[in-house]
């Protein structure tokens, strides 16, 4: 372990703890000149007595090099006004951890609706508004959450948000592309500054330019999320520890990948609602490549077991993808002798052994419906012709031994009602969850919903009309539309509702509901509504 990596650690621990009111130590009153609460609030990762409360204060908001702790004071309540039953701490924000905090209120009610604001010098947040999960053993009635990906600055605005915050959902499902890594010198719409992005600071100035918009905050300020990632929080078609594309200028002898993955989850962490607890664990890691450890298993009381998993971070690389390069492409199996290989896989073995395990507990504890909330596409999605299959080595279709263990595991343990939700491919897609993707006979084990962008471009005209005849197992696709969905579980049934903006370019675009599913408990088939 090298010198620099042993201070790395420990400074981060000791800001760790500060942020997280765990460590009190002086700090001086900081003299405000501005906002600094200008990346808003958020809250995540409930339990059922606790929640995370996460703000990231802006150092332009007082002189830089002036300090280096901020004092942030708490305060959470059951009612708006915080009249009474206020319960409050204090956590300090440091530079090491991007200025960020991260509470953990414990001891809090469950199935119960909070609100939260924070405090620096004089100046208050905007209140934000979170719930703690219902307890394990309650029968509740329903849940309704959002389920939404990739937000490419350059492509469009963020009204899908301000829509999405009116449908009040109990919870986000954020699934990956947060952000962009990209300089946006291709912007259809509004061009981020700063270039490409390398470096922790970069990092850094890229989820506050990100955080800056106003319709994103508001659904941050409006219930918990929970958020797993894909690619471009690092960089496009990185896969576990193999960069994809995009190198830094000068390459990577100058700046290693393993680097830059590190400040990007450093990042991430500062920026996300996430609980302290995947922060050390990656701290207490002896690897050089400071894992972050995002899979999560989510009980909504009796009703729900949402499974969140990471199809990124431990993936083995994309096979055989043309002239031996980094990244994606488009692979004939046949052509590609790594491509069946059992030893690959899309969640690493940890977390394959983590999910059976949960997938196991999920079936005993009787909960109607398990949602595998990850960031792409599950179902094969032959893009080649009938005598030509060519699939995406990238997604699910790259992975086929994986994905058949996945599937194996759902039918092992009887999972009863498997919902799989997606996104990665900019596109709305709906379809049957098969045992077995190579046979046209295999039986249906559950649904998939992939869900669109929320504003990322899709590339192409429409093309799905072709793509449905050739992969039947999926009943329903359009690529032209940005947006997000909503899920509505009750004990009978799932009601999922695909909502699509009128014109990504602009903010003040209006919504539509572009088709609706139904899928009774215990039937495995999508009505299509409307
Ligand atoms: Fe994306
Ligand atoms: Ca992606």
Redesign the pocket.
């Known amino acids: 372990m090298s010198r620099s990596g042993w201070h790395r650690r420990q400074w981060l621990q000791w800001a760790l703890a500060c942020a997280t009111g765990a460590l009190a130590l002086p700090a001086r009153a900081v003299r405000l000149r501005g906002n600094p609460f200008a990346s808003g609030v958020a809250s995540g990762a409930p339990s059922a007595d606790g929640v995370v409360l996460w703000t990231r204060l802006d150092p332009q908001a007082w002189q830089e090099g002036s300090t280096d702790a901020v004092a942030v004071h708490w305060e959470l309540c059951e009612h708006e006004h915080f009249a009474q039953g206020v319960r409050s701490g204090q956590a300090l924000a440091t530079a090491a951890l991007g200025w960020s905090v991260h509470v953990q209120p414990q001891h809090l009610e469950s199935g119960r609706w909070y609100f939260y604001r924070f405090r620096v010098g004089e100046a208050w947040s905007p209140t934000g508004r979170t719930r703690t999960l219902p307890a394990p053993e309650a029968a509740v009635q329903r849940l309704r959450l959002v389920y939404a ?2 937000q ?1 600055w350059e492509d469009g605005y963020f009204a899908a948000w301000r829509h999405a915050r009116q449908e009040s959902p109990d919870l986000v499902l954020f699934l990956g ?1 947060y952000i962009y890594e990209y300089p946006g010198t291709h912007s259809r719409v509004r061009v981020p500054p700063g270039g490409w992005v390398y470096t922790l600071e970069q990092y850094r100035a890229r989820y506050a330019l990100y955080k800056s918009d106003p319709d994103l905050q508001a659904m941050h300020a409006a219930c918990p999320w929970l958020c797993t990632w ?1 690619d ?1 929080e690092v960089q496009n078609d990185y896969a576990g520890e193999h960069p994809g594309d995009g190198e830094p200028p000068g390459g990577w002898e100058r700046y290693s990948f393993a680097q830059r993955r590190a400040a990007a989850y450093q990042a991430y962490y500062e920026n996300m609602p996430l609980p302290a607890s995947v922060l050390v664990r990656s701290l207490q890691s002896l690897e050089q490549s400071a894992p972050l450890c995002l899979h999560a298993d989510v009980a909504w009381g009796r009703l729900a077991h949402l499974l969140l998993l990471d199809t990124r971070q431990y993936k083995d690389r994309q096979a055989c993808t043309k002239g031996g390069r980094r990244g994606s492409g488009l692979v004939e199996p046949r052509y590609c002798p790594v491509w069946d290989d059992p030893a690959r896989s899309m969640l690493g073995r940890e977390q394959e052994a983590w999910l059976e395990q949960a997938l196991a507990q999920g079936v005993a504890a009787r909960m109607p419906w398990t949602v595998l909330a990850q960031s792409t596409l599950l179902g094969a999605r032959n893009v080649g012709s009938e005598d030509k299959p060519r699939y995406w080595n990238d997604g699910w279709d790259g992975y086929p031994a994986a994905r058949a263990r996945l599937t194996q595991a759902l039918q092992r343990h009887r999972v009863p009602n498997p919902v799989v939700l997606g996104g ?1 491919v ?1 596109e709305n897609w709906v379809g049957h969850v098969l045992a077995d993707y190579a046979d046209p006979n295999s039986a249906v084990l559950g649904v998939e919903f992939c869900g669109t ?1 929320i504003s ?1 471009h899709s590339g192409k005209a429409d093309h799905t009309a072709a793509l449905l005849e050739r992969n039947k197992h999926f009943v329903f696709a359009d690529s032209l539309r940005r947006g997000y969905g909503v899920a509505d579980f009750t004990e009978q049934e799932l009601l999922v509702r695909l909502r699509t903006l009128d014109d990504v370019t602009r903010s003040d675009a209006s919504v539509q509901t572009l088709a609706t599913f139904g899928v009774p408990a215990g039937q495995h088939r999508l009505q299509r509504r409307s």
Request: hydrophobic share 0%; net charge negative; with cysteine.
């Open positions: 990906s990739c490419r592309d894909d471009h990665d900019h962008s990322s």
